[in-house]
């Protein structure tokens, strides 16, 4: 059996290979769009969320508030994760079980139901970018909302009560705050990467795919950036926030790599909430009579190359490999001054 899965990989890496060898242009210009796509929306937005909600997730600031309840810390990453966007609750569970605040069965529980779509892409790109309401784009916030609660409901029910952890140890704010950007960096430069190279492969297949209903159930599968502005069903654009597409999956899978979780129940509990976005949104636009007004024609999943922020985002990169290094050869005391200098 590993055999034959080592033989398939080989196989369909070699494919992929042959593809970008033939089909370069195609492949340099989702490449290109993928990088525009991280430099002017990506790292701007979601690295400094990242970076503060690590600092404050490790610093442990926000368990005093929820003092005496069962299974604080999830429930802290659940809430997080309904307003951070996609990556950050698995970026927080990826970081508790690290710390020993949960376990391994807790943390596959909860990358079931931690994460989801943010209100920045909900409201702003889907509402008022493409569909011109903000209205309907809350709805659908709302709705991912309720797809998390059912999530939770489902996986998160009854937490594991064998939880042999460490006690929570106190960390210098000097120590949280560079260890926090730090990784903030390698979680943002590991979304980036998926972005890219899945960008490549959507342009290839918008390109070079003649049949409309294969492309677009292709592209809808691979990246929901793109996949979202090639459709105009509000029903089928929910199942897809819902689902994320494999970007999404493969990001989450990445960021979840320390503890290995079950490949094939993170995938159904995907499936699951796109179904549950999708009645979600079907039931909330029934109860609040919103109209759905088509795509707006000048909607296109494009962006214009900014001299600053294609230098932001150059500068934000070696400074981030230069602080891993850092973090990877210096010692720290503790003391801001000198941990700085």
Known sequence: MLKIKNALISILSIGFVALLINY????????????????????????PFTAITVFIYNGNYLETLLEG?????????????????????????????????????????????????????????????????????????????????????????????????????????????????ASASVAIITVCSFIILFSTAVNIVKIHVGNVIIKNTIIAVLEITTAISEFSNVYLIAFLIGFGGLSIFMQILSLSRSYRPNVLKILVSRLINGIFMLCNVFILLKLFKVDTPTISNGYKASFSISQGNIIFSFLFVISSLCLIYILKTKKYCGILSKDIF
């Open 24 to 47: 370069s242009g195609a492949a340099i210009n989702g490449a290109t769009y993928g990088m525009i796509l991280c430099a002017e929306k990506i790292i701007p937005s979601l690295f």
């Open 69 to 181: 309840l069962k299974r604080k810390q999830q429930i802290i990453i659940f809430l997080i994760s309904l307003i951070g966007g996609y990556p950050i609750g698995a970026k927080l569970i990826s970081e508790a079980y690290n710390t020993n605040k949960i376990n391994k069965k807790d943390a596959e529980n909860m990358l079931c139901c931690s994460v989801n779509v943010g209100p920045a892409f909900s409201i702003s790109v889907v509402g008022a970018l493409m569909f011109n309401s903000t209205r309907l784009g809350a709805l659908i916030f709302i709705a991912s909302i309720l797809s998390a609660l059912e999530m939770f409901l489902i996986f998160c029910r009854k937490f594991d009560n064998n939880l042999p952890l460490a006690e929570n140890k106190s960390v210098s704010i000097s120590d949280n705050f560079v260890n926090s950007v």
